[in-house]
């Protein structure tokens, strides 16, 4: 028996079976009632066990979790996310304007659905009348399992029907071409990008303004004046590493840059400079407001410009990176002498880092109260996790109203789903948390919104010893086939 709410009260107990029960407890002579009562306690205790329960007990509905449409997270202490987002959000935008979509791939929320289980149904048909439900094509999980066998067998293939390796072959070449179809596509997109750049410095009213922001810094002062927040700087180069009093040889911006030297900060300068927001989520003054336009106004600029080109209107219609802009250098210079040495402060032990971060992706994100394709694709955005290990968000205007970061605890943890803390974003201001957070970006009621976001990833570290799936949910030991104890 459960209670409106889908609680078990009461065990498993059939009410078939007390009759039965109560039947034997009464029955019988008056010397052997004893007996009787025991045997009925027994039967009692059998039928209210977890196994009777289980099989007493089926649920009428299975509570799904959305990451996208319907971001509803259950936790240990049956927190769950309030916020739903409407039927027409499910429906993802495949060119990516407008709405709240993570990417262009169309989510499917669970084969538990109808529609799901008959195209499963006919898909093990097919694969029935050959003998085998091997399908890599499309159960991501079966291509796994022979990518791991490959790697921890050196005869894995031969224990395998031939028309299973022919299906795991033709899956490895659709991700091949994948693969190289992408390239390609970076590759011609990274040579109409550059094109572009040069037509808008050759074109454009600003171009001495933007030939200067494309300029890499040479000095340190020019870090301090073109970059920095004056309270950044300061704890900064009030580090030791940074002070003439302490280091005979202070370090180029060269070679921070192109991360020669390995920058160390101060933690007592960086103790003035951070403010916890909540658990793992830290704000700090970063970048100046006259950079943060600069860098805003160009992107919108390109965006504009992009919607003239027919082949380049994809352009508008995604984030920025900002490598293909011709500014690579000030995702460097951020990721050497900012994100590595802070999140060494921060999250080294708590994300089990175990080294350096190693990898960096910059780009700009826009949105937009009216979303269009000249740089401002999205009004909100989802709940969602980051690719990344730790995650550097820094406003940088213009004008808007909405737009909060909302965030709904780590993943692996029993917060997971539940709301933390809001954010409002402030021009120049920085946000750093761990990329596992979940969170989401509100609507943006008034004005546009943009955002210049650094992934960081630790690829030696903590990627070289943990699976997708053990990586995304923060599992922790030795126990993850990718690590030590395995290989």
């Known amino acids: 028996m459960s209670t409106s709410d889908g609680k078990v009260i009461g065990g498993g107990l059939s009410p078939y079976l007390l009759p039965f029960v109560f039947l034997m407890v009464l029955q019988g002579s008056e010397d052997r009632k004893p007996i009787w009562n025991l045997l009925g306690c027994l039967v009692l205790i059998v039928l209210a066990s977890p196994s009777a329960m289980a099989l007493n007990h089926r649920p009428k509905q299975v509570l799904q979790r959305l ?80 990518l791991e066998g490959l790697t921890r067998y050196p005869n894995y293939l031969q224990r395998w029907q031939e028309e299973d390796i022919d299906r795991l072959e033709t899956t490895l070449e659709e991700r091949l071409t994948m693969v190289r179809q992408q390239k390609q596509t970076l590759q011609r997109k990274r040579t ?130 900002l490598d293909l802009v011709g500014l690579g250098w000030v995702n460097d210079l951020l990721f050497h002498l900012v994100m590595k040495p802070v999140a060494r402060q921060l999250f080294l032990q708590s994300e089990g880092l175990m080294s350096d971060l190693d990898w960096r992706h910059g780009y700009i994100a826009g949105y937009s109260a009216t979303p269009d394709g000249t740089g401002k694709p999205r009004d909100r955005l989802v709940v969602h996790t980051d690719d990344s290990e730790c995650t550097l968000n820094i406003n940088i205007g213009d004008v808007f109203e909405g737009g909060l970061l909302e965030f709904r605890g780590l993943r ?9 803390g809001t954010f409002e974003p402030q021009m120049g201001l920085a946000v750093i948390h761990v990329g596992r957070h979940f969170h989401d970006v509100t609507k943006v009621t008034k004005g546009d919104r943009f955002a210049f976001i650094i992934w960081a990833r630790s690829w030696g570290g903590i990627r070289s010893e943990k699976c997708p799936c053990c990586w995304l949910n923060r599992r922790e030991g030795s126990t993850c086939i990718c690590g030590a104890r395995w290989n």
């Open 67 to 146: 990451f996208s449409g319907l971001p509803t997270f259950s936790t240990s202490n049956d927190s769950v996310i309030t916020r739903l987002e409407t039927n027409n959000d499910m429906e993802e935008v495949l060119d990516g304007v407008g709405g709240g979509a993570i990417n262009e791939k169309k989510r499917e929320f669970n084969r538990l659905t109808e529609d799901n289980n008959n195209e499963t149904h006919n898909e093990t048909q097919q694969l029935e009348s050959s003998g085998s439900q091997y399908d890599p094509s499309n159960r991501q999980a079966h291509l796994f399992h022979a």
């Open 192 to 321: 109409a990008i550059q094109s572009l750049v040069q037509i808008v410095l050759a074109e454009s009213p600003n171009k001495e303004r933007w030939q200067k922001l494309l300029q890499p810094c040479q000095t340190w002062q020019e870090v301090r004046e073109r970059i920095l927040d004056p309270k950044a700087a300061e704890a900064i180069f009030q580090s030791k590493m940074f002070s003439s009093k302490y280091n005979k040889t202070i370090p180029t911006v060269e070679a921070v840059v192109k991360g020669d030297t390995r920058v160390n900060l101060d933690a007592e300068c960086l103790e003035g400079l951070l403010d916890e927001e909540m658990y793992d989520v830290f704000s700090f003054r970063l970048l100046s407001l006259e950079f943060c336009k600069d860098l805003r106004d160009f992107i919108k600029e390109l965006a504009s410009a992009s919607e003239t080109k027919e082949d380049l209107r994809e352009f508008g219609r995604r984030p920025f990176n």
């Open 412 to 420: 692996g943890t029993e917060e997971e789903g539940q709301l933390m």
